[in-house]
């Protein structure tokens, strides 16, 4: 069973671009949630993807927006980069985010992003 | 989400028990209790789950007060490659793909 991949692992940028993070979810799981962490934090939730729909979004601006696909991989698009979006970026598969009560999430090793 | 109160940091000593503590005094009745980890530079870990009951499984047991406002999470024997940050989570009902992460607590394990 292949786990959570991301691409890439580390990224810079300035300020002002736009990036694109990937994710692979885990075989079997339809439900993808994207995850900020900032340095000395705990990672904060952005939003959710359940068979290609968002459900549910943390209290993020709509500069951060996401897509899944139909093989349930996704990705992180982010505008207009501020330094303060200097991160590290967590994906996280789950079977079902929509219905079970318990979904248990599997992260990915995260893409390191600076912004200059 | 209701909010867990975990100390920032704890010390153990390999091969002995460690209990990490996790305060959540304003849980609701349906809420779920969750501990997760992450090992540096990695991404967190899920370790378990309860929701009243006691639970066990091979990582380790969590202990829910019977009033559930606390909860501990007991590794029986530490080894260096427990040494993680360890948060300590509630979900409401059919949020726990959708997680809130506090700052957790960091634990070294020495020789």
């Known amino acids: 069973e292949t786990g959570v991949t991301q691409s890439p692992t580390h990224l810079i940028k300035t300020r002002g671009q736009q990036v694109t993070l990937r994710c692979s979810s885990q075989?079997?799981?339809?439900?993808v949630s994207w995850y900020q962490q900032a340095l000395g934090q705990g990672p904060q939730f952005i939003f959710q993807?359940?068979?290609?729909?968002?459900?549910g979004r943390g209290n993020f601006p709509p500069r951060f927006s996401g897509l899944q696909f139909p093989n349930y991989s996704s990705e992180l698009n982010v505008n207009a980069l501020e330094l303060d979006d200097s991160a590290l970026y967590l994906c996280?598969?789950?079977?079902?985010?929509?219905?079970?009560?318990?979904?248990?999430?599997?992260f990915g090793p995260g893409t390191r992003l600076t912004v200059l | 989400d209701a909010k867990t109160t975990q100390p920032n940091s704890m010390e153990s000593n390999e091969e002995e028990p460690v209990h990490l503590p996790c305060n959540h005094s304003t849980i609701s009745g349906t809420d779920y209790i969750h501990w997760y980890r992450q090992l540096p530079s990695q991404g967190p870990e899920y370790v378990i789950h309860?929701?009243?009951s006691n639970v066990n499984n091979r990582m380790a047991s969590l202990a829910i007060a019977e009033d559930r406002k606390s909860s501990t999470l007991i590794l029986h024997r530490a080894t260096l490659r427990d040494a993680a940050v360890y948060y300590c989570?509630?979900?409401?009902?059919?949020?726990?793909?959708?997680?809130?992460f506090g700052t957790g607590t960091r634990l070294q394990v020495t020789l």
């Open positions: 075989s079997g799981h339809n439900t």
């Open positions: 989570i509630l979900s409401a009902k059919g949020t726990a793909s959708k997680l809130t």
């Open positions: 993807y359940y068979r290609e729909e968002e459900n």
């Open positions: 996280a598969s789950s079977r079902n985010g929509r219905i079970d009560l318990t979904d248990t999430q599997y």
């Open positions: 309860g929701l009243t």
